[in-house]
């Protein structure tokens, strides 16, 4: 049984696309999130959702808008895709709260934009 | 906002011997300290996290220390083994998101163990 999965696991697109990456979980988390690595393996964090809401949204160009139709769900879209966009993106879940618990991650989505 | 330093980038040991990762932290107010294993072409896999209330925790091989006064804290990894090589991550917490804030990660640790 698969956590945390993702879809695509590659994604390779031409500059100026609109792109999609889902998220799914089904370990019954109340908090999703995603993370940026970029070629040099720096992970950073871009969106949480608690519940479906956003709570939190780092310096993200507004191109990227994460989408949570349930718990279980969150789904990043990317609009005008840009040369600096290529990345790996993650999508993790964890159960919120005082005590936080541990983050699962996905097993990453490889964006390559040409 | 929170800033993690990761040292050192590479690290390589030779099998058997142990391996000592140190990261430090800005925000007084992190209280949540995991660190993170990944490897080639997947995610970052949990291998053991402390919280500030505690000074040191051990899982078998792997056991991290955390020095709240000096903000810094430590992976230890004695009798290394091959399936160890792989990225380790550092990452700090400080729960300003109400248990939904997101982890700010150090740049990470190559780890080569020589056979």
């Known amino acids: 049984d698969t956590a945390v999965s993702q879809t695509p696991k590659y994604l390779v697109t031409q500059m100026g696309n609109d792109k999609s990456i889902k998220c799914e979980q089904n370990l019954g988390h109340d908090t999703m999130y995603w993370y940026k690595q970029d070629s040099k393996k720096f992970l950073k964090i871009m969106f949480s959702y608690n519940n479906k809401e956003l709570i939190i949204n780092e310096t993200v160009p507004n191109r990227f808008s994460p989408k949570s139709p349930d718990k279980a769900h969150l789904n990043l879209h990317i609009n005008s895709l840009e040369l600096g966009d290529s990345a790996v993106y993650f999508c993790?879940?964890?159960?919120?709260?005082?005590?936080?618990?541990?983050?699962?991650f996905g097993p990453g989505t490889r964006l390559t934009v040409l | 906002g929170e800033n993690v330093e990761q040292h050192p980038s590479t690290l390589s040991v030779q099998e058997g011997d142990s391996a000592v990762i140190k990261c430090t932290y800005s925000d007084s107010a992190s209280n949540y300290f995991p660190w993170y294993k990944q490897e080639l072409g997947k995610g970052p896999q949990l291998i053991i996290d402390?919280?500030?209330?505690?000074g040191e925790k051990k899982d078998q091989r792997i056991a991290v220390t955390l020095n709240k006064t000096a903000k810094h804290f430590s992976l230890h990894i004695t009798e290394t083994q091959p399936e160890d090589s792989a990225v380790y991550f550092c990452?700090?917490?400080?729960?300003?998101?109400?248990?939904?804030?997101?982890?700010?990660f150090g740049k990470g640790t190559h780890l080569i163990i020589q056979p």
């Open positions: 993790a879940s964890s159960q919120g709260g005082r005590d936080r618990t541990e983050q699962f």
């Open positions: 402390i919280r500030s209330n505690v």
């Open positions: 990452a700090a917490s400080s729960g300003s998101g109400g248990g939904a804030d997101g982890l700010t």
